[in-house]
């Protein structure tokens, strides 16, 4: 198989088929043809078996483990919510200082939530394998 940069051409060695002729056949491939990315296709699908076997051997977890300062912010969060519903069930009025300061405090722990990672990206736990390719193009990357 010859592969030139812009040209397609068959070249059939045998003017004449006859019973005892073999057929010779020299395929000249287009790199940037129209046929190019067809015939990547057919010839990495191997490739593609193999990776799709490789990334369910390896991936691990469902998803990544939660950072403790995540879990413990979202802790104190529930915890202020639950106070805050309990004065209000108490008929607490909403202008009262606690209520106020309490809404303020929450106020100030989601913006830290919002601003802290929930995942844990270095989770030995959790792995996953990525394959990406286009055309004759690959690339394999874990995360």
Not at 34 to 41: E, F, G, Q
Not at 66 to 80: A, N, S
């Amino acid at each position: 198989m010859t592969v030139l940069p812009f040209a397609t051409q068959i070249k059939n060695g045998c003017a004449t088929i006859k019973r005892d002729c073999a057929l010779e056949v020299e395929v000249t491939l287009c790199v940037r043809g129209v046929n190019s990315p067809i015939l990547a296709n057919i010839y990495l699908h191997e490739l593609d078996q193999f990776m799709a076997e490789m990334k369910a051997d390896f991936d691990q977890g469902k998803e990544r483990r939660r950072t403790p300062e995540y879990r413990h912010l979202k802790g104190v969060i529930g915890r202020k919510r639950a106070v805050l519903a309990t004065l209000k069930a108490e008929g607490a009025d909403v202008t009262s200082t606690e209520v106020a300061t309490l809404l303020a405090e929450l106020e100030g722990l989601e913006k830290r939530l919002l601003l802290t990672p929930s995942a844990d990206p270095m989770d030995p736990g959790y792995r996953r394998l990525s394959y990406c390719r286009y055309a004759d193009d690959c690339v394999p990357r874990t995360y």
